[in-house]
């Protein structure tokens, strides 16, 4: 079964402090949606990318996205995002070629996932309908109040979360439909299934190099995963 994904790019990437959005930021000499926009397009299986992206980006991206697609030929639409990052979720998937579709959601500014990664997602998502990528967490957490350590979390069972998130494009729109309702906003897709759907979410092993870019320091982390890739 085919997939369709959700690319996100309408944030203002306020953490980053740039005169511009982060997604459109160079990162050794291509701008950073560049680099899942490929990875996407690389992948045979993904038949439709939307674009979300803000209403006076759009023009630019749609150049970009004319170079990178010219050999491929695969269908992609560009949207309007909203003004939290739910919403251009969810603007995203009113523009799916068909709910019977698994739709991926993923972070334009997480540049570095790559092809095994998607293909071990897209595996996952068909055997339990909801399948999300992420690592083990590293270091220590502990929860605190008011500047007081109040307990430390036991790490063994904590993961990071990050993109993409695999799900039937009809469950993610019925709970994204409930949140709405309620007014509830999720920090992520995942969280919403969890909350509104009994569907389990399976945790699929990505890696520490599928970083988000958020603030300016991640930049340069961001280049040197790029050397590595190259060298
Ligand atoms: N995003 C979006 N629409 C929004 C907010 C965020 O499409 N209203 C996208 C961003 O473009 C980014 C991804 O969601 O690719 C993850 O969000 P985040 O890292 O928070 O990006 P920004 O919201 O742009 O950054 P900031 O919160 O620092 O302003
Ligand atoms: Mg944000």
Same mark, same amino acid.
């Given at each position: 079964l085919d997939y369709e994904v959700i690319l996100l790019a309408a944030g203002q990437g306020k953490r980053m402090a740039a005169s511009r959005n982060k997604i459109l930021l160079h990162l050794i000499g291509k701008p950073v949606i560049s680099y899942?926009?490929?990875t996407f397009l690389s992948d045979p299986a993904c038949k439709h990318i939307v674009l979300v992206a803000q209403e006076d980006e759009q023009e630019l991206l749609a150049a970009? /996205? @004319?170079?990178e697609t010219k050999k491929k030929k695969c269908h992609i639409t560009i949207v309007s995002g909203g003004s939290e990052r739910q919403y251009s979720v969810y603007n995203g998937l009113n523009v799916l070629m068909n709910l019977e579709n698994i739709v991926m959601v993923h972070d334009g500014a997480r540049p570095f996932v790559n092809l095994a990664q998607l293909k071990s997602l897209h595996r996952?998502?068909?055997e339990t309908r909801a399948a999300i990528l992420g690592v083990? /967490? @590293?270091d220590t957490i502990k929860r605190v109040i008011d500047g007081i350590v109040q307990e430390t979390v036991p790490r063994e069972t904590l993961w990071q979360i990050q993109t993409p998130q695999a799900f039937y494009a009809k469950d993610l729109l019925a709970v994204h439909k409930c949140a709405q309702q309620e007014g509830y906003l999720g920090t992520d897709d995942a969280s919403l299934i969890e909350k509104y759907s009994h569907l389990a979410v399976s945790m699929v092993l990505g890696s520490y190099e599928n970083i988000k870019l958020t603030t300016p320091e991640d930049m340069l982390i961001g280049e040197?995963?790029?050397k590595r890739k190259r060298s």
């Open positions: 899942s926009l490929n970009l /996205v @004319k170079k996952k998502v068909q083990p /967490v @590293k040197a995963i790029v």
